[in-house]
């Protein structure tokens, strides 16, 4: 799977990098801790983007997800 972020600066596309090679949520959780606060924001910021990329990427909803989001409303 690939996804792309657009607009972010050299130094976001650094950090996107390094949360892509994380292999779980630990090691996302992880890294994050060992950037400086300034970082960290930003580190916060692209996973959430590219959380959102991914999602993006589905076309499908099956029937529970469809229950789940209906439940919620």
């Keep these: 799977m690939t996804i792309e972020l657009h607009g972010l600066t ?12 994380c292999e779980s ?3 996302v ?7 400086p606060e300034a970082y960290r924001r930003d580190a916060e910021t692209i996973h959430q983007l590219m959380i959102a990329a991914v ?5 499908e909803v099956t029937e529970d ?4 989001i209906d439940g919620l409303r």
């Excluded at 050299?10 to 090679?21: E, H, P, R, S, T």
């Excluded at 999602?55 to 076309?59: K, L, N, R, S, T």
């Excluded at 997800?65 to 789940?68: A, D, F, K, P």
């Design 10 to 21: 050299k130094q976001q596309y650094q950090i996107a990098d390094l949360l892509w090679n």
């Design 25 to 27: 949520q630990q090691q």
């Design 29 to 35: 959780d992880q890294l994050k801790q060992t950037l």
């Design 55 to 59: 999602m993006d990427q589905y076309e």
């Design 65 to 68: 997800v469809r229950e789940l």
